[in-house]
């Protein structure tokens, strides 16, 4: 009985939606909601991109039943079959196309799944006195009506699946789920007939119940199934007729009863657009500009991209976006700047308050000139050293030591010392009965303490340089040691002690230690200094200068820079000193950084009288001799011995129209007054051995504030303990 009931119902469904596609398929077929748009303020395309809208439709409920009671509640009723309600349905709904032909759709529903199950039925029969002309006995069926009303509003969420079967029809497929808001049920069992008839309590109503429905599955699922067909319309709305089927897959309660649901409505839903990614389409327009510049220093025309600047305009047309790229390159064009600086030279000296004067002629008188370098009789040694090698002496092998000539040497005190021990060797051989006495010292400081082996050393080292170079006669070189010298200089001091450490020579003939002479001409030039001073206009490319002042092959000044040319200075103080009457050149080269050059040349004249013009001209001409030094010991104004000598000479050499200047200096020790004192008391002592009153002598304190010689040697510090004597003597 079951299986047939389930049969009918499900040809009842297939029926049922038969006619709902009948019905749809006999629609116009107008056409379908518009999938792309254009925008008329723009042009451009737009297309669909979701349904927002709303669906109201007419439920049609299929009870499918087949139970008698619900569980707890009586009831007589052998079964309830199907039933039939209409109920109201709205939903709110979103589409999404996903292909052309496939979209996604979500609804959100209010429905009614409430309906009212009735089933007649006979309980007995009677005998029933039918009415006429003679009242007949006859049995007439007693029978009653089961009435079940159901309530159950439910909320719905449908998702469903839209593919395209035709241009304008939608076939829906997917999953209801629901859940029923409320519940409840009221029933009763009615006897209609035989009318009149009443059940035992006098009632024509029995097993009559009411409340919720026992076991109700609140969460109902359906499956469904629909076919909707697609307005046209020109604008964002649609409209779209449909019939869905709702299958149900699970029973209202415990009993066998489910509802099938049947719906015909309408869709409106408002679509939403938008223009897709427009196309690209790209396009280049360059623009060029050349600057023409001049510039240093290019030796041909040169052309660079300085900038780049890029400006991108859009233009949106229909579906398409048009990119312009605005490219703008700047060039410059660099040309050769011409390299024509001018250049002119003038020849400038300056005096002593400072003030700059024009020269166009220089003087060089010549002077006969006597000068003496005594020499002072010590070498000196490092702390605890013997080796002779270690001194400042300039040493020879024997075979340069026999060419030695001492007036070989240059007109310097210090390269006249450093040839101490050559000038005593060659002066030996030549005076064979003299001899020598070395005495050997130390500091007795520190490692040299008491230590007069090593003073020994040091003079053994002195004698067999003589010996072995010179070839001189071991017999005629005594040697000896001491601990200090006999006049040491300040042992607390390192100043003092590196002058303590030392071989003292003497010798029984006054030759051999006497000073060395030589016999020159100098020369006094006028002005004694020369600047060469070049004058530039347009000289903004010029990367390096070198500039010269030359007489003839021999070269005065030079130097060389880069930039702007600062000139160069010569000075007569530096020794080389125009020697004739031929002009000086001076001479400037600027050049760029390519090597472009220009010069400019000027010359200057020089007037020079020498001795014999001189007295061609009777002009009266100058013997310039000068005792350079006259040695003193350590803070000491007393001349030694050995210096009266050269004492004997200077004053012989003076004539009743001589001018005599006496200098005196000092060594760096002490303070500047005590030393400028010390050497007043060495220039009174020299003029007081040479006899002259104050009339006839310039005399000249130094003392430390020019030092002669390198102060950091002993040997420097020893010359710098000096008197300087300068005799002018007119000659005709």
Not at 41 to 66: D, E, P, V, W
Not at 411 to 424: C, E, G, K, M, P
Request: proline share 6%; with cysteine.
């Amino acid at each position: 009985m079951t299986n047939k009931m389930n049969i009918a119902n499900y040809m009842f469904r297939f029926r049922a939606v038969l006619l709902c596609c009948i019905v749809l398929a006999s629609l116009p077929q107008v056409g379908s909601a518009q999938e792309t748009l254009i925008d008329q303020s723009t042009g451009k395309t737009l297309y669909l991109q979701y349904f927002i809208g709303a669906n109201a439709a007419l439920g049609i409920n299929l009870h499918s039943a087949s139970f008698g009671a619900l569980p707890g509640f009586p009831s007589c009723c052998s079964e309830y079959k199907d039933a039939t309600s209409l109920m109201p349905v709205f939903s709110a709904l979103a589409e999404i196309p996903v292909l052309r032909d496939l979209r996604v759709q979500v609804r959100l529903a209010y429905t009614n799944m409430s309906g009212t199950l009735k089933r007649q039925q006979a309980i007995g029969n009677e005998p029933v006195l039918a009415d006429g002309p003679i009242p007949t006995e006859q049995r007439t069926d007693v029978e009653v009506e089961h009435v079940l009303n159901a309530s159950m509003p439910m909320a719905a969420f449908e998702a469903t699946a839209a593919y395209r079967v035709f241009d304008f029809f939608w076939l829906h497929a997917g999953l209801r789920p629901g859940l029923i808001l409320s519940n409840s049920f009221d029933q009763r069992e009615t006897l209609f007939t035989p009318e009149g008839y009443t059940f035992l309590d006098g009632s024509t109503i029995r097993n009559e119940a009411a409340g919720e429905i026992p076991d109700l599955q609140s969460t109902q699922f359906h499956a469904v199934l629909g076919l909707g067909y697609e307005l046209l319309t020109k604008s964002r709305f649609s409209m779209s007729p449909e019939v869905r089927y709702y299958m149900p897959l699970t029973k209202v309660s415990s009993v066998n009863w489910a509802v099938n649901s049947f719906q015909l409505g309408v869709s409106l839903r408002y679509g939403i657009y938008a223009p897709k990614e427009p196309r690209i389409i790209r396009d280049t327009v360059v623009f060029r500009d050349t600057t023409i510049v001049e510039k240093p220093n290019l030796r041909s025309d040169q052309v660079y991209l300085a900038s780049t600047m890029f400006e991108d305009s859009i233009n949106d047309v229909a579906d398409d976006r048009f990119i312009t790229t605005h490219k703008r390159e700047s060039y410059v064009r660099e040309t050769p700047r011409p390299f024509t600086p001018e250049l002119t030279l003038k020849f400038e000296t300056v005096d002593s308050t400072g003030t700059v004067h024009p020269v166009d002629t220089i003087r060089v008188e010549e002077l006969e000139v006597i000068e003496n370098y005594p020499l002072l009789p010590q070498v000196f040694f490092p702390t605890g050293v013997a080796s002779i090698d270690s001194t400042a002496q300039i040493l020879f092998e024997h075979d340069q030591a026999v060419e030695f000539r001492p007036m070989d040497l240059t007109r310097n005190q210090i390269d006249v010392y450093r040839n101490l021990l050559n000038v005593i060797g060659y002066r030996m051989l030549r005076t064979p009965a003299a001899t020598l006495s070395l005495v050997g010292c130390v500091d007795n400081v520190d490692v040299e303490k008491n230590d007069r082996d090593l003073a020994q050393k040091r003079a053994e080292a002195i004698k067999n340089y003589f010996v072995e170079s010179f070839k001189i006669d071991p017999s005629r070189i005594k040697v000896s040691a001491r601990l200090l010298p006999a006049s040491p200089a300040n042992p607390l001091t390192p100043d003092g002690q590196s002058e303590n450490r030392r071989v003292e020579i003497s010798s029984n003939d006054p030759v051999i230690l006497e000073p060395v002479e030589f016999k020159d001409k100098d020369l006094i030039i006028t002005p004694n200094a020369l600047t060469v001073k070049p004058v530039v206009a347009g000289g903004q490319d010029i990367a390096s200068w070198s500039a010269s002042l030359k007489q003839g092959t021999s070269k005065l000044a030079e130097g060389t820079g880069s930039g702007k040319p600062s000139g160069i200075e010569w000075k007569a103080a530096d020794g080389v000193l125009p020697k004739s009457v031929q002009p000086l050149v001076a001479q400037l080269t600027v050049s760029n950084e390519i090597g472009q050059q220009r010069s400019v040349a000027d010359t200057i004249g020089v007037d020079y009288i020498n001795i014999q013009l001189m007295k061609a001209r009777q002009e009266g001409g100058k013997l310039i001799e000068r005792y350079s030094l006259i040695v003193f010991e350590f803070n000491s104004a007393q001349l030694s011995a050995e210096n009266q000598r050269v004492m004997d000479r200077v004053r012989s050499r003076i004539q009743p129209e001589s001018k005599v200047s006496i200098l005196g200096f000092a060594d760096r020790q002490g303070n500047s007054e005590y030393n400028r004192t010390l050497a007043r008391k060495r220039c009174l002592e020299a003029q007081r051995v040479l006899g002259l009153p104050d009339s006839r002598v310039t005399i000249q304190p130094v003392g430390s504030d020019r030092l002669l010689y390198d102060n950091n040697t002993p040997e420097g510090r020893s010359y710098s303990r000096t008197v300087q004597i300068e005799i002018e003597t007119p000659v005709r």
